[in-house]
């Protein structure tokens, strides 16, 4: 079972949070409390998922493949607020109008 949580309730469980890396990546955290970060978290996640879903995270965590995950999630990351959809408005803080 995956549970998600905001890393401002993480405390709640008893999980220490880097909050700079809580900012800057998504983080998965096993039973065992080990960290991962961005892609390799992001694989993991899709590992807890069921059947292609399960498949495609265990192929990022391939080393050839691996890599090029890390590349395209620091990409993805570093731009996040510029990708549209959806979630532009979860992605950005809402500036008053002056």
Not at 14 to 25: C, M, Q
Not at 49 to 61: E, H, K, N
Request: aromatic fraction near 8%; proline fraction near 5%.
């Amino acid at each position: 079972m995956v549970k998600f949580m905001a890393f401002q309730q993480s405390h709640r469980q008893g999980i220490s949070v880097d909050v700079s890396r809580a900012r800057r990546e998504m983080l998965w955290i096993d039973r065992n409390a080990v960290v991962a970060g961005g892609a390799d978290a992001f694989a993991l996640w899709l590992r807890a998922g069921p059947g292609t879903l399960a498949c495609v995270g265990r192929l990022m965590q391939m080393p050839i493949v691996r890599e090029g995950a890390r590349l395209v999630y620091r990409l993805v990351a570093a731009n996040r607020r510029s990708v549209p959809g959806p979630w532009d408005r979860n992605c950005s803080f809402i500036r008053p109008e002056t």
